[in-house]
Antibody
Framework: EVQLVQSGAQLKKPGESLKISCQGS????????IAWVRQMPGKGLEYMGI????????RYSPYFLGQVTISADKSISTAYLQWSSLKASDTAMYYC?????????????WGQGTLVTVSS | QSVLTQPPSVSGAPGQRVTISCTGSGSNIGAGYDVHWYQHLPGTAPKLLIYRNNNRPSGVPDRFSASKSVTSASLAITGLQAEDEADYYCQSYDSTLSVIFGGGTKLSVL
């Protein structure tokens, strides 16, 4: 069974850096794309970007380009989402999700979410 | 404000049928891009409910169905059950914005 397991909740201060992870099970990890989706408190889902762990081809939503960095390490079937300088407005739940392709494809498996809280 | 417009909330009594609309434009649904639907219960991972406009993944009851029109899509739930109470999101692709989600619809089972 496909599983995406995300790293635990984080409490950070504004200006700090952060890298959260999403580890996939199964040999198919490098055959799919992994996306990151944000859900701010009380709000809906927002697509941030997507990466193909097989060759680290990465595409960003225009809204998040330059705000975060998506990366992956295929040797350990893990994708990452990182910030160099967090803001209070980055407080949200972040989900990783698997997709067969970038663009109009669906997300068939999701991680359990990582809650990021940024507060002084 | 989301590019895909969904009603903020819908409600229905157990056993009834409800529909959730997802209205886009010519740069997304109207351009022929697929629409997918997700069910999201608070505190859990979103679940794929419908993919490629009207296809159900294995394990999704046939009470859930969806359709797509020119610039909109619709999710229908028949035989409403208490366990269906959740947030529902449509998702598509926009030629200028990339992947987009609807704003979400909260379904209440009365």
């Amino acid at each position: 069974e496909v599983q995406l397991v995300q790293s635990g909740a984080q409490l950070k201060k504004p200006g700090e850096s952060l890298k959260i992870s999403c580890q996939g099970s199964g040999r198919s990890f490098t055959s799919y794309w992994i996306a990151w989706v944000r859900q701010m408190p009380g709000k809906g889902l927002e697509y941030m970007g997507i990466i193909y762990p097989g060759d680290s081809d990465t595409r960003y939503s225009p809204y998040f380009l330059g705000q975060v960095t998506i990366s992956a390490d295929k040797s350990i079937s893990t994708a990452y989402l990182q910030w160099s300088s967090l803001k209070a407005s980055d407080t949200a739940m972040y989900y990783c999700a698997r997709s067969p392709a970038p663009g109009e494809s669906n997300f068939d498996y999701w991680g359990q979410g990582t809650l990021v809280t940024v507060s002084s | 404000q989301s590019v895909l417009t969904q009603p903020p909330s819908v409600s229905g009594a157990p056993g009834q049928r409800v529909t959730i609309s997802c209205t886009g434009s010519g740069s997304n649904i109207g351009a022929g891009y697929d629409v997918h639907w997700y069910q999201h219960l608070p505190g859990t991972a979103p679940k794929l409910l419908i993919y490629r406009n009207n296809n159900r993944p294995s394990g999704v009851p046939d009470r859930f169905s969806a359709s797509k029109s020119v610039t909109s899509a619709s999710l229908a739930i028949t035989g409403l059950q208490a366990e269906d109470e959740a947030d529902y999101y449509c998702q598509s692709y926009d030629s200028t914005l990339s992947v987009i989600f609807g704003g979400g619809t909260k379904l209440s089972v009365l």
